[in-house]
């Protein structure tokens, strides 16, 4: 979930949970003497006369379907991702060996935040569109070390493949340039 998905989720959360909080409060303290004055029913004359209106048809079918789109937008966003499954490995007779693809990505990520173009790297297993994906994500230093960064992102993702043997597992490298320029290093 991102960052703001989240946030606006928390808010939503603590919204609601504070109405229906003073919601169950009214109801408890509705009908005691707690409270003076409290009135024996609540009446909403603008609401009977809007709803009675040929306007209110098309209000209450514009707010259900937002209501709805907001329904389906949380809905979708809370979604479990898919977890990525270790990868088995023939073993030959005795018998298999599975690889953990996070782990995978996490060493790749590791193995370029070393090299002197990159300033970090971050890797992750996946699933996208139904295939299991080595995603990196690489910040370079500057425009400069692009070349030199993109020939060890090939190297790592040639070792991926080399090593897993599985054509079916896919690389993707996505490359930032770091927004606060340093001092390229020397090679």
């Known amino acids: ?34 409270i003076a004055g409290i009135p024996p029913m609540i009446t909403a004359p603008g609401l009977v006369t ?15 379907i937002v209501l709805v789109a907001i329904a389906l937008r949380w809905l979708f966003t809370h979604t479990p991702k898919a977890k990525v499954k270790d990868l088995r490995l023939s073993g030959g007779d005795a018998g298999s060996i599975s690889v953990d693809l996070g782990e995978v990505a996490d060493a790749a990520a590791r193995v ?14 996946i699933i996208d569109r139904g295939t299991r994906t080595i995603d990196l994500a690489v910040t370079a230093h500057s425009p400069t070390t692009l070349s030199a960064l993109i020939e060890s992102i090939d190297s790592v993702n040639t070792q991926i493949a080399g090593m897993l043997g599985d054509p079916a597992i896919a690389t993707r490298t996505s490359i930032h340039i770091d927004k606060h320029p340093r001092r390229d290093r020397v090679e």
């Open 50 to 64: 809007a709803a009675g209106s040929g306007w209110w048809p098309w209000a209450v079918a514009a707010a259900g």
């Open 1 to 34: 979930m991102t960052r703001s998905a989240s946030t606006l989720d928390r808010l939503a959360a603590l919204v609601f949970g504070l109405a229906l909080i003073a919601v169950g409060v009214g109801l408890l303290v509705w009908n005691t003497n707690w």
């Open 112 to 125: 370029l935040a070393q090299s002197t173009q990159a300033h970090s790297a971050k890797g992750r297993a």
